[in-house]
């Protein structure tokens, strides 16, 4: 028995063995550039025919946003009805990835055929072999893909040696969300920079240490909510929480305050490039938040300690415990929506605006960087996997209305529209919805993405772990430079690695 | 021309002595055959194909290897890169981590075992009340722990007057990795034990009443030896999965700044397979052999130590000495 | 303390006699070495298992308890050990008061019947463990193991574990465990009922023989009467918690006190016949006369006259007769008769019986009246048998199988035909059937001749019991 089973081993080994050596070196063919009319048929007019192409998208959007965008496809599938029909599966972020891996390498049949995803993903996804370059295809469909229209840094994402692997969509960021009912009760400014920004959160803290600042709110003092009560003198007023373990810090404030203060993200050999002065300086900004120095801008903390606790401003927000707090704009239906029913006596959400953080961390406003925010935008890029060229155009047609005629309502979930001239349209600017709140979060031209980089995922985690050691209470001695240079070295052996 | 012509006897009695074995091996294969499938099929087979694929380079473009047959991945992994740096420390990290939790992850349940062996009122109720802490699903208790434990709005801290952050900080931290560890793990050795002690022969107890042993030496000479082999296969086990830890410490470090330093070996491991980027399986598949080559050599250690020793023949010459004086 | 002004003294001086003695009670009138004075056991569930227990043991004798499984036997080793709690009655062990001593106080040793050997540690390390937890130097623990394995000659194995061993090396070895605390009570809890027959006649010398070298005070129990028969200076033979007879060996066997002992005690066991007694004769079914001693009929009337006395001054003394009295006196009675001991559970009461329990004692002791009516309904019966056969009746007749000849049919008393033939190699034990039941006899005649056949049987004069079929007792002087 003991010989058999040996034996048993034995092939099984040999068999995986040869397996793998036989496939040795065989790899997934190199996308071959596309020429030729492939199986574009024309009509009369020249125009490409579409006969109920069925195109297959996977969405990195999820919940509500999703919804959305399902109302927006179901009007492009209205609008080409019989010619494209566009069928959309929405996966979260956390799973998409891996899904696509395994689906492409095992079972392509299941692979979509277009990707609406953040675009910094690109440069990873084409060094896999997973994208085709979308150029030839609008010439072909005769769809626009006016590119000096779109916000360049979203433009860059998707393209790579010149060529483009998609449109960029849309773009967002955290914003601020602000109680202007305490601003206006305590005689305090709306801060447009980082200056007035400090000044503000320093005048509330020196109010409320002499018990004359106003706020009102949730609280179990037994004051009703839209009665005004001073602020208790007991624990110093820290007008603005952030803490590192909040995911709006990690995303968006850290980079923020980077680019803000002149720090670059990657460089253009797609290597990490926010090891230098100008990101230490703008990471010292996020530090003396918390950790106020004799040389900061704020004398007193804007922010307490908050540790390893995350969205820490919802409930200070609600309490009045504080006057601004970061929030994601898709989520700011919900804040209006709280405050309706919090201070319904008193105006309700009327008591809250909101605002982008553009010039929020720049310590020198007159630079041109000081107006940048970093954020993340979608992209809608084509796979490898689609072999018609009649679906290739087709896709192009979708991509040309994703990004031209989804504006407003696209907008009013926080993502604004990547092609300029839509933000510029009288369709967009007209919408009730732009004055109330989406004309504060900034002009798309604002906002910067991280540069296509096949290193994304190294580039992005150490430095989101330097932003994290700088702002932790056990790391306040050391020096933040120190520390940016710590994570940076790790982060380039392990890129090394697989150079 | 050879005769074909063959013995009747011997003939059938080859033909009887087939049939017996087929028959014989025909409810083992039935009985074994799904199990031995199973294993070949999901733990021989993946053992082989990783161990090559531990020698094997990888492009991001496929999932099949470029080269098969080169010892870069282990010399990365001892050279003074930050992966090997990661990894060695993981592995430190890890074993440092069993070191202090096994013995509370034994000690812990022998001594509820124990107190739940004296029958209490009431014991059926609290001995499946300590077990059930296991069976709730890691992420779903992990969550619930760290919103209990959150420092700034947390039920622990208000409700105790504490200022602790209890996962920013990385000793804090560990101690609540340790705490969830512990209240998870203990209901499987505590069964394990509680079976064991059941089994010891009463009669034994009351030799050692007789002999003049106080509790504590019943405990030592009777109760411990006779649950030798249950503390054996606890220890054995829970080692093992302690080498192995991850999901605990990636819920609850989640948020720790200090992250990198509490990361175990697993955590490294799974750290390069994330986003199923085919390029790091050769690293991957290098650092799991090393971790599993590790754990290997410490359980057989512990293996050799815990054997039961022969007598050999020390007083047999004693008292073939003292006879010739006496 | 027999006298009742002795044990009557102030606090003071009970503290101060107390003190004198090392805080233990010690009674000096005391000659035996080990003494049980009424003890009774009963577990928590309500069984009761030992029923007045009273028993005196010299030092250096040898003592068998001896009885079927459920008798008692175990529980008051286990007693006298330390390992159950004493419910009544006193123990004293070398003149103290032993009923709460812990056994590692009490300077016993004992053998478990399955042998109990520490599986983890070798013979030498088994055998020492007593001493080394006793704190012995090194030297005397040695020089004792040593010394006990010769005597048991275990030198050979001092080094192997216990699962190395084979039965009885592994009882020797528990004994050795015994030999070396150097006790002056050994305990012996049916050391001998897992080994063969071969190994168990073997060991039962050893026994005996270390016994003779060592001589301490040996208790040792045993379901096995020709054990008991053998190793013992005196046998207790018990039945259902209550002690049928104690005494020496030979008496018992000789002059059993009544049926129990009697078909207990001797192998093959005795033979039971029914028969009718009047006047110095007893007839049997068959018609049958067999002639007793002259002075019989005296001793059979006086006996009859005791039994009618004691029941009317039990049942004159009835009312004052506690609970417990009453259900002694029924158990002893349902025993006698061979009844099925009614188990005497708790049973399970319900939580809101119980509580409201206190509100409804009636209930409860509705069942305790319900058996003194029955005990007094007995004895009323018992009491008009007795009047009925006060001059002669139903008796039972016992004789061992080898006081009884076999002769030719028609030359003896009674005529049987021989069912089966028993070779024992130095005798035979012939079966016979008479009035219907198997009747044995042991002989060294010939076995073949004796099959199947019809015999005489005659019984050897002076060796004929007689019993009361009612109370079982012995009708003697």
Known sequence: ?????????????????????????????????????????????????????????????TGDDANTQDDIIARFNETYKGMIKVNVEHYSRYDLETLLSSTIQFDKEKAPDILFNHGSRTAEYFDRGWLREVDYFFGKS??????????????????????????????????????????EKNGLSMPTNYAELCAVCDQAAALAAANNLWIRGENSDGYKSDEWRKASTAQPYTAFPISFGDMWVHEFVGYSAMVQNGGEIVASDGMPAWNSAATANGIQVLKNWIFPTATSQNKSAMSIDYGS??????????????????????????????????????????????????????????????????????????LSTVTSYTKACAATVFMDYMANFSGIEWAKRGHLPAARSVSAANEYLSDPAYNEYVKYWGEPKDYVVVAPTKYYSYVDSYFKSAVQKSLAGSYKDRNVADILKSEYDDCIDYINLYA | MKSDKVDVFAYAERRERRKNSLRKSFSVTTFLGPYTASFLLFFVFPLVLG?????????????????????????????????ARDFRNSIWTTIKFSLAIVPLSILIPLGLALLINLKPPGYKFFRAAIYVPGIFPLTATGLILMRMFDSHYGF??????????????????????????????????????????????????????????????????????????????????????????????????????????????????????????PRAFGYAAAMGIVLGVIIIFIAVIQLVVSKDKKGGGKRVAQFKQWKENV | MNNETKTMMTKKEADAFLKRNGNRLVDDTLTSFVSLQKVNKVYPNGVHAVYDFDLEIDKHEFVALVGPSGCGKSTTLRMIAGLEDISSGRLYIDKAFSNYLQSKDRDIAMVFQSYALYPQMSVFDNIAFGLKIRKLPKDEIEHRVFKAADILDLGDYLDRKPKELSGGQMQRVALGRAIVRQANLFLMDEPLSNLDAKLRVQMRSEIMRIHK?????????????????????????????????????????????????????????????????????????????????????????????????????????????????????????????EEKKPVEMKKK?????????????????????????????????????????????????????????????????????????????????????????????????????????????????????????????VIRR
């Not at chain 2, 470029?66 to 282990?74: Q, R």
């Not at chain 3, 009467?225 to 005494?247: H, L, R, W």
């Not at chain 3, 005529?415 to 059937?433: M, P, Y």
């Open chain 3, 349 to 473: 009461e319900n939580f809101f019986k119980k509580l409201f329990g206190k509100f409804t004692k009636k209930r409860a002791s509705g069942e305790k009246d319900d058996e003194r009516v029955k005990l007094l309904e007995e004895m009323k019966r018992l009491k008009e048998n007795y009047l009925a056969i006060a001059l002669g009746g139903a008796v039972k007749v016992g004789v061992r199988p080898e006081h009884v000849t076999i002769g030719d049919e028609g030359e003896g008393t009674f005529n049987a035909r021989s069912t089966l033939v028993e070779l024992l190699g130095s005798e035979c034990i012939v079966h016979f059937d008479l009035f219907g039941t198997d009747f044995q006899v042991k002989t060294q005649q010939n076995a073949s001749s004796m099959a199947d056949k019809v015999c005489s049987l005659t019984f050897e004069k002076g060796k004929i019991h007689v019993f009361d079929a009612d109370s079982g007792l």
């Open chain 2, 156 to 277: 622990v801290n208000s409700v105790f007057d504490l200022t602790v952050d209890w996962f920013g900080s990385t000793g804090a931290c560990w101690f609540m990795i340790g705490f969830f560890c512990v209240w998870c793990g203990i209901g499987g050795n505590f069964i394990i034990l509680c079976a064991g002690l059941e089994n010891v022969d009463k009669t034994l107890f009351e030799a050692a009443d007789v002999d003049g042993c106080s509790a504590w030496k019943k405990f030592l000479h009777v109760t411990l030896p006779g649950i030798k082999p249950q503390l054996f296969l606890t220890l054995f086990t829970t080692l093992i999965g302690y080498m192995n830890v991850y999901g605990q410490i990636y819920i609850l470090a989640s948020n720790n700044p200090d992250l990198s330093s509490m990361k175990s070996a697993v955590y490294r491991i799974q750290d390069l397979l994330t986003g199923f980027n």
């Open chain 1, 1 to 61: 028995m003991k010989k058999l089973l040996a034996l048993v081993l034995c092939v099984l080994f040999a068999m995986t063995a040869m397996l793998v050596t036989a496939c040795e070196g065989e790899q997934t063919p190199a996308v071959t550039p596309p020429e030729g009319e492939g199986d574009i048929v024309r009509d009369a007019d020249g125009n490409v025919v579409y006969d109920n192409v069925e195109i297959k998208m996977w969405s990195v959007t």
């Open chain 1, 142 to 183: 005769g769809a626009t893909f006016d590119k000096p229209d779109f916000v360049p840094s979203l433009l860059e994402s998707v393209v790579i040696d010149g060529k483009a692997y998609g449109m960029p969509i849309d773009c967002h960021s955290a914003i601020m969300c602000v109680r202007s009912d305490i601003l």
């Open chain 3, 213 to 337: 070298e060592v001589g301490a005070t040996t208790i040792y129990v045993t379901h096995d009467q020709t054990e008991a028969m053998t190793m013992a200076d005196v046998i207790v033979v018990m039945n259902k918690g209550f002690i049928q007879q104690a005494g020496r060996a030979i008496d018992v066997y000789d002059h059993p006190d009544n049926l129990f002992v009697a078909t207990f005690i001797g192998s093959p066991p005795m033979n039971i016949v029914d028969a009718n007694y009047k006047d110095n004769k007893l007839t049997f079914a068959d018609g049958s006369v067999v002639a007793l001693d002259d002075g019989f009929d005296e001793v059979y009337r006086a006996f009859i006259a005791e039994r009618i006395a004691e029941l009317d001054a039990q049942m004159a003394n009835f009312d004052e007769l506690t609970d417990e009295a009453v259900a002694k006196m029924r158990a002893a009675q349902v025993f006698r008769k």
């Open chain 2, 51 to 83: 161990v090559i694929m531990s020698f094997s380079k990888f492009t991001a473009q496929s999932f099949l290897p470029s080269s098969v047959g080169t010892l870069d991945n282990y010399k990365i992994l001892f050279s003074d890169t930050a992966i």
């Open chain 1, 309 to 382: 606790s995350y969205d820490v401003g919802d409930a200070p927000f609600n309490k009045g415990e504080c006057i601004f707090k970061l929030q994601g704009p898709w989520a700011w239906q919900k804040e209006k929506q709280t405050f309706d029913l919090l201070l319904s006596k008193d105006g309700g959400s009327a008591n809250i605006t909101t605002r982008s953080l553009t010039f929020m961390f720049a310590t020198d406003t007159s630079k041109p960087c000081a107006s940048k925010i970093k954020g993340e935008g979608h992209a809608i890029t084509l």
